[in-house]
């Protein structure tokens, strides 16, 4: 298990009712860094919330919102538990084609070192064990408490990290507090307002020129040229969305004004067969326009920034001439 919440990263988060800043109540277990056992409280509206186990319980006085968020709670909640060794051995070929690529994107260990990282869609630890290694401080966001104890159980013994069981559109986060944030959970947001919270959450997050890669499902040219729809479910009922570079693009430029996009989990017929050289063909493909656009998941660049003029922002189509626009006004 962890060895608690970080005291530092209460600075960092804001009361759910009022954005008042929180101190601590009470401390049952803990020590002069961390809280294991304890409550939290608003210094304006007096609102208390339990620290269960190191993790920061803003959840259980408030039902998501949305009844499609609450169901996949629940299974998210139930399918935690089945997460076992031979579980994460059957996705290890996937996660190496994924996270070291995601992870770069970020900048690598040497710009996580130092940091403090905001991570949205924390689950069960899989970006957050590595994020912990390196940065100064995670704060690890999800409305899954069983997703978060084995979350805990990925990030044994560390001091650094924050697990908040908290709903993502209800989440207040102090302005210009972290210096990178990571979203995993963007394709599970069921309504654009959502994810446009989301995304908002992060910009106010960030510090300037703050950097934010979104990872996302990706509908593949391949899935549009059969007509295959961009929303859809997994076998246990879960929502999800796949986005191109243009539709996701769009969904973040009221926030982030320079955006890049690439893919990664490429696969290649015939020779992505081979599983022994799967991950390589994968990370080579990364590099090889075109190829760089047909993997299976869609990660999405955002440097906070200030546009000194930009003219009809939201009737730009053209992702080339926008992306150059962009880059030549972005300070």
């Not at 006085?61 to 051995?89: C, F, H, I, L, Q």
């Not at 004004?257 to 799967?278: D, E, F, G, Q, Y």
């Not at 990364?286 to 760089?292: A, K, S, T, V, Y």
């Not at 003029?309 to 009737?315: A, G, Y």
Request: one cysteine or more; charged letters at 25%; hydrophobic letters at 40%.
């Amino acid at each position: 298990m962890l060895e608690g919440f970080p005291k530092k990263l209460l600075d960092n988060i804001l009361c759910m009712q009022d954005r008042g800043n929180l101190h601590i109540d009470r401390v049952v277990v803990g020590g002069d860094r961390t809280v294991f056992h304890g409550t939290v409280r608003c210094v304006q509206c007096g609102s208390s919330y339990e620290i269960k186990n190191g993790i920061l319980d803003m959840l259980s006085s408030k039902r998501p919102k949305n009844d499609t968020n609450y169901y996949e709670m629940a299974v998210r909640d139930r399918e935690a538990g089945t997460v076992s060794e031979e579980w994460e051995r059957g996705y290890a070929i996937a996660n190496a084609m994924e996270i070291p690529s995601t992870l770069n994107k970020l900048g690598g260990f040497e710009q996580i070192s130092e940091s403090d990282i905001l991570e949205l869609g924390g689950g069960t630890g899989r970006y957050t064990k590595f994020l912990a290694q390196k940065a100064r401080f995670v704060l690890a966001v999800d409305f899954s408490w069983q997703s978060l104890v084995m979350n805990s159980r990925a990030c044994a013994g560390a001091n650094n990290v924050g697990l908040v069981c908290a709903d993502i559109p209800q989440l207040k986060i102090q302005s210009e507090s972290f210096d990178l944030a990571l979203s995993t959970c963007y394709s599970n947001l069921p309504t654009q307002d959502i994810r446009r919270s989301s995304t908002k959450i992060v910009a106010e997050a960030l510090k300037k020129e703050g950097r934010y890669v979104l990872s996302a499902h990706h509908h593949h040219p391949l899935e549009i040229f059969k007509n295959i729809p961009a929303i859809r479910r997994y076998n246990n009922g879960i929502f999800y969305h796949c986005f191109t570079a243009k539709t996701l693009k769009k969904e973040m430029y009221e926030y982030f004004s320079k955006i890049k996009t690439n893919t990664v989990c490429i696969w290649v017929p015939r020779i992505s067969r081979i599983k022994k050289t799967r991950v390589l063909v994968s990370r080579i493909s990364e590099r090889i326009p075109l190829l760089n656009r047909l993997g299976y998941i869609l990660l999405a660049t955002g440097i906070k920034g200030y546009i000194i003029f930009l003219f009809m922002k939201k009737r730009i189509d053209n992702d080339c001439f926008f992306d150059f626009f962009c880059d030549c006004f972005i300070l």
